[in-house]
């Protein structure tokens, strides 16, 4: 069984920078589209970058400007740039890989803005 595993959360002053990194434990096929999503305590889970086979990137409105996301295909791996960090980012953040077939999540990785 293929799984994900997210590197790279922590505890950032607001106005810093992180940069999440989610790479697959063994080889995915068929893989359409990789994604981060984040969970805040009493929040619903939110989708925050994608980015589809064909590199096409989708970003949240709260993150437009300040995240970035990109991936490498021959690793499978995808990862978030995280710029211009709020308090308000604080959340889990976890990476979602689809492919025809299945549907992967990482374990999640906390990230904490302090004011």
């Known amino acids: 069984q293929v799984q994900l595993v997210e590197s790279g959360g922590g505890l950032v002053q607001a106005g810093g920078s992180l940069r999440l990194s989610c790479a697959a434990s063994?080889?995915?096929?068929?893989?359409?589209?990789m994604g981060w999503y984040r969970q805040a305590p009493g929040n619903l889970h939110e989708l925050v970058a994608s980015i589809t086979s064909g590199g096409i990137t989708y970003y949240a409105d709260s993150v437009k400007g300040r995240f970035t996301t990109s991936r490498d295909n021959a690793k499978t791996t995808v990862d978030l740039q995280m710029n211009s960090l709020k308090p308000e980012d604080t959340a889990v953040y976890y990476c979602?890989?689809?492919?025809?077939?299945?549907?992967?999540w990482g374990q999640g990785t906390q990230v904490t803005v302090s004011s």
């Open positions: 979602r890989i689809v492919t025809t077939t299945h549907n992967y």
């Open positions: 063994g080889s995915i096929y068929g893989i359409t589209l």
